[in-house]
């Protein structure tokens, strides 16, 4: 299947601290979703982006689209201990029928 | 507004038996996907649903797993026989319609451990 080059695999930052992580693809996608997953739990959407070039905040947290469409990244500004989860990309391939190909996940650890 | 529910939350079998998983999605979400999740990767989809019809099963392993969604609502995933890769979380999920555009929202899963 198509793969979504999710990196890095692990970080461990201080609280206060700014944190990016980002995907990538050979293949070209429609759409980028990030997604944050807590322990013993499924999933949750962050934000969406569906446009090549789209930058879209919610919170402390920034997503972009990348203009070749093969990208994304996802920030996070001032992190709190509550930020502390995996964090997985997924995209919609160009013409996939929705299907959601998923990076695997970036796990976040915040230091008090 | 309910979630989405699956049950059990945890499972524990040995390696050839059979095991079933059940989900709720969100009520009037048409469409419902299941997905494998190994630990340290992403999830993977197995099958979605668009009211009691497969639009994709591609990557549903046949031979052992199948799902169904009879009436449109609910939905079954069964493994039969369970092997010592099948271990992982089986995540349910629903969306209103399968839009490119909607939200899919996920149910907390089904950890399962075969031994």
């Known amino acids: 299947g198509q793969q979504l080059n999710q990196s890095p695999q692990s970080m461990f930052i201080q609280e206060g601290e700014d944190v990016s992580m980002n995907c990538t693809s050979s293949?070209?996608?429609?759409?980028w979703l990030w997604y944050k997953q807590d322990p013993g739990e499924g999933p949750v959407l962050l934000i969406a982006?569906?446009?090549?070039?789209e930058l879209t905040s919610n919170g402390r947290l920034t997503a972009q689209f990348g203009i070749t469409r093969k990208d994304s990244f996802l920030n996070i500004s001032a992190s709190i201990p509550s930020d502390v989860g995996i964090y997985f990309c997924?995209?919609?391939?160009?013409?996939?029928?929705?299907?959601?190909?998923f990076g695997s996940g970036t796990q976040l650890t915040v230091l008090p | 507004e309910a979630g989405v529910a699956q049950s059990p939350r945890y499972k524990i079998i040995e390696k050839r038996q059979s095991v079933a998983f059940w989900c709720n999605p969100i009520s009037g979400h048409a469409t419902l996907y299941w997905y494998q999740q190994i630990l340290g990767q992403g999830p993977k989809l197995l099958i979605q649903f668009q009211n009691n019809g497969v639009v994709d099963d591609s990557q549903l392993p046949k031979d052992r797993f199948s799902a169904e969604r009879l009436k449109g609502v609910d939905s079954t995933l069964k493994i039969q026989p369970a092997k010592l890769e099948d271990s992982a979380v089986y995540l349910c999920a629903s969306s209103k319609s399968g839009g490119a555009q909607e939200t899919q929202y996920f149910g907390p899963g089904t950890r399962l451990l075969v031994l």
């Open positions: 982006l569906y446009k090549a070039g």
């Open positions: 997924a995209g919609q391939l160009a013409g996939s029928a929705r299907q959601l190909t």
């Open positions: 293949s070209i996608f429609n759409t």
